[in-house]
């Protein structure tokens, strides 16, 4: 059974660090790729930050140039989003994803809740 768990969310203020973790299981993970994505309240759902089968290439919304940092653990089966510099705009839920191209995610964690206080 395919399962993505996030973890990490919660209350911060603007211009704080946050990291979140997605754990894999039920699937051979390193054959994935894997992405973060977001909804806001009233908002569709965007991409935050994709990351290929290797971890060697990545790919980031505009608004997360230079703030958000994505990688993958193989060996741990876990994906990760470093948020830096947060601002009221990043609040949302934060899911992560896997699929065999980044182009089309197949299965899709719960989520876990960002708040960011300005």
């Known amino acids: 059974q395919v399962q993505l768990i996030e973890s990490g969310g919660g209350l911060v203020q603007a ?36 990351v290929d089968l290797s971890g060697n290439s990545r790919l980031y919304a505009e608004f997360a140039k230079g703030r958000f940092s994505i990688s993958r653990n193989n ?8 948020m830096n510099s947060l601002t009221a705009e990043d609040t949302g839920l934060y899911s992560c994803a896997v699929g065999r191209h980044w182009g089309a995610m197949q299965y899709w964690g719960l989520g876990t809740q960002v708040n960011v206080s300005s």
């Open 15 to 50: 211009g704080d660090s946050l990291r979140l973790s997605c754990a894999a299981t039920g699937f051979i993970f390193k054959n994935y790729a894997a992405g973060w994505f977001r909804q806001a309240p009233g908002k569709e759902r965007e991409a935050v930050a994709k």
């Open 75 to 82: 060996a741990r089966n876990v994906i990760y989003l470093q």
